[in-house]
């Protein structure tokens, strides 16, 4: 259900479609109150909104939707974040809407010395946090709150549904998925993950890839809302606890519930598109500026936010790009409506008193297997 292995991060949306059916499906989510407080989490960022008065006001909140290499082929590494999805839910226009992160985008990781690296290995530098500010960073969102859950647990959650049905968006044999374009057919968790995993045999890459992920995920949200799926609520619970991470609290699906559910009905998917760059002998996605700026834009307006008024960096290469951009962003920039300086929200990309050779380090020269290896992303 997330991409690179099924877009399961939509998790948010699954569990607002579960506990939308009925009077019935309300007790229950009070049944959850010790599975969600056991996969509570909270980073060390500070929010960019308060989003307790955004839930209150039923403003539309963004959450932020990750999947981990881990859980899955027998991995039990940290791993990298190869699922990174946006997800916006608007309550008054009753439309939510994904935005998918290619995983080889090229970006700033905050809380790296390199100089730029591949997004995906924010989540291996510096967990969950690393992977918000560097987003927030990129693309000049407000994430409000996250959900990851690793693939080992995707897998299993669509076994807890007793399968999805899709139809297939192309023909192909991998793994446990064996599907024909257009054919619809019933998958069961090994099936549905093999079937979001490929990606060399995919005519559009890891493009075509994040559309079957997606696909998963719609799947998943339009089984989770029929009325069977109540009947396995223990299993999918035991599932979600043993395998799920966030920063919703109890109250928060409460509100999301109450006010929020109705977005599930109208989800669109999008994608921040980039270029294919060969940089220092690794494979990189480079999104340009004006890719940034559409897909911050897009992301904000479902937001009922304002677009951005600070610049957006292209492809990363040299000191002069750090340079611009931190001297936009110490600029009087209005991200969020609120009049703040953009430097109150944003890690800078640097200081006047750091010199250049910290900016000029470049990511070939990092010796960590995280940056080295490719092995993490499924599809290899």
Same mark, same amino acid.
């Given at each position: *259900?997330?991409?690179?292995?099924?877009?399961?991060?939509?998790?948010?949306?699954?569990?607002?479609?579960?506990?939308?059916?009925?009077?019935?499906?309300?007790?229950?989510?009070?049944?959850?109150?010790?599975?969600?407080?056991?996969?509570?989490?909270?980073? %060390?960022?500070?929010?960019?909104?308060?989003?307790?008065?955004?839930?209150?006001?039923?403003?539309?909140?963004?959450?932020?939707?990750?999947?981990?290499?881990?859980?899955?082929?027998?991995?039990?590494?940290?791993?990298?974040?190869?699922?990174?999805?946006?997800?916006?839910?608007?309550?008054?226009?009753?439309?939510?809407?994904?935005?998918?992160?290619?995983?080889?985008?090229?970006?700033?990781?905050?809380?790296?010395? /390199?100089?730029?690296?591949?997004? %995906?290995?924010?989540?291996?530098?510096?967990?969950?946090?690393?992977?918000?500010?560097?987003?927030?960073?990129?693309?000049?969102?407000?994430?409000?709150?996250?959900?990851?859950?690793?693939?080992?647990?995707?897998?299993?959650?669509?076994?807890?549904?007793?399968?999805?049905?899709?139809?297939?968006?192309?023909?192909?044999?991998?793994?446990?998925?064996?599907?024909?374009?257009?054919?619809?057919?019933?998958?069961?968790?090994?099936?549905?993950?093999?079937?979001?995993? *490929?990606?060399?045999?995919?005519?559009?890459?890891?493009?075509?890839?994040?559309?079957?992920?997606?696909?998963?995920?719609?799947?998943?949200?339009?089984?989770?809302? /029929?009325?069977?799926?109540?009947?396995?609520?223990?299993?999918?619970?035991?599932?979600?606890? %043993?395998? *799920?991470?966030?920063?919703?609290?109890?109250?928060?699906?409460?509100?999301?519930?109450?006010?929020?559910?109705?977005?599930?009905?109208?989800?669109?998917?999008?994608?921040?598109?980039?270029?294919?760059?060969?940089?220092?002998?690794?494979?990189?996605?480079?999104?340009?500026?004006?890719?940034?700026?559409?897909?911050?834009?897009?992301?904000?307006?479902?937001?009922?936010?304002?677009?951005?008024?600070?610049?957006?960096?292209?492809?990363?290469?040299?000191?002069?790009?750090?340079?611009?951009?931190?001297? /936009?962003?110490?600029?009087?920039?209005?991200?969020?409506?609120?009049?703040?300086?953009?430097?109150?929200?944003?890690?800078?990309?640097?200081?006047?008193?750091?010199?250049?050779?910290?900016?000029?380090?470049?990511?070939?020269?990092?010796? /960590?297997?995280?940056?080295?290896?490719?092995?993490?992303?499924?599809? %290899?």
């Amino acid at each position: *259900m997330l991409r690179k292995k099924i877009c399961g991060a939509l998790l948010i949306i699954l569990l607002i479609s579960f506990y939308s059916v009925g009077a019935y499906a309300y007790y229950l989510l009070s049944e959850t109150k010790t599975t969600i407080h056991q996969t509570y989490q909270k980073t %060390n960022v500070k929010k960019l909104r308060n989003v307790s008065q955004v839930l209150k006001q039923k403003k539309p909140v963004s959450i932020l939707l990750l999947g981990t290499d881990t859980g899955a082929l027998g991995r039990t590494d940290k791993g990298r974040t190869d699922t990174i999805i946006v997800a916006t839910i608007n309550p008054t226009t009753k439309k939510a809407t994904l935005t998918s992160i290619p995983r080889d985008t090229q970006v700033k990781i905050a809380g790296s010395s /390199s100089s730029y690296g591949k997004i %995906n290995s924010a989540y291996t530098i510096g967990g969950v946090s690393s992977t918000i500010k560097t987003i927030q960073n990129t693309l000049h969102i407000p994430i409000d709150f996250y959900l990851l859950i690793n693939m080992g647990g995707l897998r299993k959650l669509v076994d807890d549904l007793n399968g999805i049905t899709i139809k297939p968006l192309l023909t192909f044999n991998y793994s446990y998925a064996h599907v024909k374009k257009g054919k619809t057919v019933t998958l069961n968790g090994k099936q549905a993950l093999a079937y979001s995993r *490929m990606r060399y045999s995919d005519p559009e890459g890891d493009y075509g890839r994040q559309k079957r992920q997606k696909q998963v995920i719609k799947a998943i949200v339009n089984k989770a809302l /029929s009325t069977e799926t109540i009947t396995n609520y223990k299993s999918i619970l035991k599932t979600l606890e %043993n395998n *799920m991470q966030t920063d919703l609290t109890y109250n928060d699906m409460i509100t999301l519930e109450t006010n929020y559910k109705d977005a599930a009905s109208s989800i669109k998917s999008y994608v921040l598109q980039g270029e294919d760059a060969t940089i220092n002998g690794l494979s990189y996605q480079v999104a340009t500026a004006k890719e940034k700026r559409k897909t911050s834009n897009r992301i904000r307006a479902s937001l009922n936010l304002n677009p951005s008024t600070d610049d957006f960096v292209g492809e990363i290469n040299s000191y002069s790009n750090y340079k611009n951009s931190y001297n /936009s962003r110490s600029s009087t920039g209005n991200y969020y409506g609120n009049g703040t300086s953009s430097n109150d929200h944003y890690d800078n990309y640097g200081k006047s008193s750091e010199s250049y050779s910290h900016y000029s380090q470049t990511f070939s020269s990092d010796t /960590s297997s995280a940056y080295k290896s490719d092995n993490y992303g499924f599809g %290899n």
